[in-house]
């Protein structure tokens, strides 16, 4: 049996051009891989942003309401027996849990002082672990890739793309259309705009601004979990995962600057791209590359690339 | 950051104050005089081990083989009752000492039985070599315990983190794969295991073409399997273990690696990982101090009991238990119960030939143990001895003097 490499050598080894052809794919597959990973961080991200730009909520726990995205694909695509259906219930599930979380806790911190946030939702992250711990167990779960999207888009011989990394980037795409459409073609998003503008003249006005915040909210928080359910597939479920997640969407929203969604999606696919191409090209140090790329920017921008 | 004035919340010192008074009541119980102990006759064994989180079913095979070991001689040491205190440890390095320092100082155990995590470990080599309370370790293969931490009153049972891949070089290059690409992660335990492959794959005449790495515990692959199909190197060796192994075996196949570039890996990969894997394993290569399928009358028998005793198949982990027991009765019975004899128990432990169900090992000067290392192959959901990849291997002790 001939090695990869004879083969490789049989079938490459009279042609540079040929060659060229495979660095170029190479290269095409990690720039998806960068963008794809860019696109899941931005959907964390903007659901991050905009709670904190519209209702100036700090909120700790964002990371937390991906893990539960995740487990929730799991859990319903083992007792639903689809992905498919997975996702719409999860989505929906989430939506409540975000309506009831604002009601209950969330509210009544709108008002209250940056360390008073983040106190809560710290707390909230024990909360959220416990009781993942309690209904879900501590083991690491592994959720199948639905059947219709497997398989992959040969590039060369050896080379080709997964079709459910094509489909994860094809939900992010959409859902940022989509959210950019709602805020800046619809009524809801211009009642939006004004009450994170001046709340209390929104309200003067007759907007029903605790109905807003409510629904911005539960977007946010569906905005994760989406996320975290499209991510179940490809990262596995595990306990603690909202963490190492938390810790990038916040150097997401710093770079793209508080409070906006376009530098939210700008910064994101920066740092998926960094993250991406720093593993290949520099192992020894890819883990730093993303915060060194924070810093420059900070230096330069010290608010960030784009201010809301 | 836009704050808004703050009328409703406590002030800044409020907050500080209350604060105080939390932490303050907390320590007020650690300053409470210790109730002086009569002298008890029994032997007070600690286990150290993690009961919850990702490593819990590694403790209670751990905790499972000392137990058998010591009650095939009888349930004593040297002839003298003993009286089990445990910890969870919950693989948390930032509360290793801390645990330690629970049995050490509260419980006042005559010998420590732990850890898995090395990070934890830490911690544990930290106490024990303070207080010279004999440590067994049972698992945790950080180099620094039988390198440049070790003790007289620290003993390995189980294994150095390079010993595995110092035994896969050899095999790799025997069949003619010359140039590898390394992955794994970023932390202790990978780059120990990189140090092992690096020393035997390099002497052996092969070519390590790349280092990959990802942070720990990281499992999104892609970047990296993109890397390696671009690059196609013979064959891949890499360190992985635990739930991120059974999904890095699945996503280099979903890559369509596996029929094209051979998967090579300390035995970790395989431990434990093989159903979650599922077809994905068949054909992975590797090397481990044990196998549960070694075909040996001693294995055989020991599994066969565990098996009834506890109801659970045996592992790795169970083995490496049950040597840490072994290893602690031998040297209890040397001393006829008297532990405090520590020098006559060192001599007995150094000395020790252990009939382990993983092969008959000894201890080496720096006490880790000198073990044959077995090369296994993934078949129908089995690691399959193949044969033995090193007779009697080492690690060389470099950097430790014994005080």
Known sequence: MPTTAERSAVFYGFSSHLDDLVDFANFLIQLLNGVQYGLLLFMLAAGLTLIFGIMGVVNLAHGSFYMLGAYLAWSLSSHLGSFAAALVVGTALSVVFGLVLERVLFRHFYRRDHLDQVLLTLGLIYVFEESRSLLWGDDVHGVPIPPLLRGSLALTDTLSYPFYRLFTMAVCVALALGLYLLISKTRLGMKIRAGAFNRDMTEALGVNIKLIHAVVFALGVALAAVAGMIAAPLSSVYPNMGSPVLIMCFVVVVIGGIGSVRGALIAALLVGLVDTFGQVLLPQIASMLVYMLMAAVLLWKPEGLFRS | ?403
Not at chain 2, 116 to 136: A, D, P, Y
Not at chain 2, 366 to 385: C, F, M, S, T, W
Request: aromatic share 6%.
């Open chain 2, 1 to 403: 950051m836009n704050s808004l004035p703050d009328n409703r919340g406590p002030s800044r010192r409020q907050v500080i104050s209350r604060a105080a008074a939390v932490v303050g009541a907390g320590t007020v119980s650690v300053l409470l005089p210790q109730v002086a102990r009569a002298q008890s006759s029994k032997v007070r064994v600690g286990l150290m081990l993690p009961y919850t989180g990702t490593y819990a079913q590694l403790g209670v095979a751990i905790e499972n083989g000392v137990r058998m070991a010591i009650a095939e001689k009888g349930g004593k040491l040297g002839g003298r009752e003993i009286e089990w205190f445990k910890v969870d440890d919950e693989s948390d390095p930032s509360k290793g000492v801390e645990n330690a320092n629970k049995l050490v100082q509260r419980d006042k155990v005559d010998v420590l039985i732990g850890t898995v995590h090395s990070g934890v470990q830490m911690g544990i080599l930290k106490v024990s070599r303070e207080s010279g309370v004999l440590n067994i370790i049972p698992n945790a293969g950080v180099m620094a315990a039988t390198r440049s931490l070790c003790a007289p009153n620290v003993f390995r049972a189980s294994f150095s983190n390079n010993q595995p891949t110092l035994a896969l070089g050899k095999p790799m290059v025997d069949r003619g794969l010359k140039k590898a690409v390394w992955i794994s992660w970023k932390y202790a335990a990978g780059d120990d295991a990189l140090g092992g492959f690096k020393e035997s794959y390099t002497q052996a005449g092969g070519t390590i073409i790349k280092e990959l790495s990802l942070p720990f515990p990281n499992v999104e692959f892609q970047a990296l399997l993109t890397e390696i199909a671009a690059l196609k190197p013979d064959a891949v060796a890499c360190f992985f273990a635990g739930a991120g192994a059974a999904k890095f075996m699945k996503d280099y196949a979903a890559a369509g690696l596996k029929d094209k570039i051979p998967l090579w890996g300390s035995g970790f990969l395989t431990e434990g990982t093989l159903e979650a894997a599922g077809p994905a394993s068949e054909g992975v290569m590797t090397t481990l101090h044990y196998a549960d399928s070694l075909d040996t009358p001693r294995n055989k028998k020991f599994r066969a009991a565990y098996a009834q005793q506890f109801k659970l198949q045996p592992d790795v982990y169970a083995v490496q238990g049950y040597d840490s027991g072994q290893l602690l009765v031998i040297g209890a019975d040397a001393v006829k119960g008297d532990l405090a004899n520590r020098a006559a128990l060192y001599k007995a432990m150094e000395a020790v030939v252990v009939d382990s169900p993983r092969g008959k090992w000894t201890m080496s000067r720096a006490h880790n143990p000198i073990q044959d290392i077995y090369l296994r192959v993934v078949e129908k959901g089995d690691n399959k001895v193949v044969g033995i990849a090193a007779k009697a291997l080492a690690d060389s002790g470099a950097g430790c003097k014994m005080t």
